[in-house]
C-alpha cells in the first residue's frame, strides 16, 4: 500500500542554517503531496502541496519539489529562523482520492 | 478564522470505561476525518466521511469504536470500553469536497488527548 518514509529526528539547528528534510514516498500512479507543520501546542497546519511531478510547493520561506523520479518530496528552507521549531509531518494523497497519509513526523528545533 | 472544534481537550479515564470524543467541522466542510496520532508517530486514519456518509472506516477497531456524523455536520467518536493502548490524541479534521470528492486539503482540530489508566 501507499507509505511516507522521513527522516528521523530530532533537527537541531542555530538560527540562519539551511533545513533540509528528506520524504519518500511509495504510491501507485500519481499521488499528492503535502507538508504540513505542527508548532507547539497547536494543531496541524498544512504548509505547503504539490499535485503533479515537478511542481514545486512553497509557503513561508519553505519550499518543496516532487520529484518522480526519486519518489522524494523534500523540504528544504534556506534560513530558519526559531520561529520555525515545531514538527513536520510530510503526507500523501493516493490518485484514488484517498485521505492524508502521513510519515512518522520530524521534530525541528533551532536555537538562536 | 474558522476552524475545526473538538472536545474535550484533554480526558483521562480508567481502562473498560466508555470515552466520546466530539468534532465541530469548519462550516461547508463535507468530508470529516478521525485520525488517531500516537506519541511520537504521525496521524493515522481511523474514519472518513462524506456528509452524513462513511468512505472508509478500514482501521476503525469496530469491535470498541464507533462513529457518527447523523446530520452531514458535527461527528462523534466513541470507545466503549477504553483499553490502555488507546492513550493517543485524537484530532478532527475537515476539509471542502468537489464533486462529492475532498479537495485533500485538511484544516486539523487541536486534538482530544486520551490517557487510559
Known amino acids: 500500500g501507499d507509505s511516507v518514509t522521513q527522516m528521523e529526528g530530532p533537527v537541531t539547528l542555530s538560527e540562519e542554517a539551511f533545513l533540509t528534510i528528506n520524504c519518500t514516498y511509495t504510491?501507485?500512479?500519481?499521488?499528492?503531496l503535502f507538508w504540513y507543520v505542527q508548532y507547539p501546542g497547536e494543531g496541524l497546519q498544512l504548509l505547503l502541496k504539490?499535485?503533479?511531478?515537478?511542481d514545486k510547493g512553497s509557503n513561508k520561506g519553505f519550499e518543496a519539489t516532487y520529484r518522480k523520479e526519486t519518489t522524494s518530496f523534500h523540504l528544504e528552507k534556506g534560513s530558519v529562523q526559531v520561529s520555525d521549531s515545531a514538527v513536520y509531518f510530510c503526507?500523501?494523497?493516493?490518485?484514488?482520492?484517498?485521505?492524508?497519509?502521513f510519515g512518522k513526523g520530524t521534530t525541528l528545533s533551532v536555537s538562536s | 478564522e474558522a476552524e475545526v472544534a473538538q472536545s474535550p481537550r484533554y480526558k483521562i479515564t480508567e481502562k473498560s470505561q466508555a470515552v466520546a470524543f466530539w468534532c465541530d467541522p469548519i462550516?461547508?466542510?463535507?468530508?470529516l476525518y478521525w485520525y488517531r496520532q500516537i506519541l511520537g508517530q504521525g496521524p493515522e486514519l481511523l474514519v472518513q466521511?462524506?456528509?452524513?456518509?462513511?468512505?472508509?472506516d478500514s482501521q476503525l477497531p469496530k469491535d470498541r469504536f464507533s462513529a457518527e456524523r447523523l446530520k452531514g455536520v458535527d461527528s462523534t467518536l466513541k470507545i466503549q470500553p477504553a483499553e490502555l493502548g488507546d492513550s493517543a490524541m485524537y484530532l478532527c479534521?475537515?476539509?471542502?469536497?468537489?464533486?462529492?470528492?475532498?479537495?485533500?486539503?485538511?484544516?486539523f482540530g487541536e486534538g482530544s488527548r486520551l490517557t487510559v489508566l
Open positions: 479534521a475537515s476539509s471542502l469536497a468537489v464533486g462529492g470528492r475532498s479537495t485533500g486539503e485538511l484544516f
Open positions: 504510491a501507485t500512479g500519481y499521488p499528492s
Open positions: 504539490a499535485t503533479k511531478a515537478d
Open positions: 503526507a500523501l494523497r493516493g490518485q484514488a482520492g484517498t485521505a492524508l497519509i
Open positions: 462550516s461547508g466542510h463535507a468530508t
Open positions: 466521511f462524506q456528509d452524513e456518509s462513511v468512505v472508509d
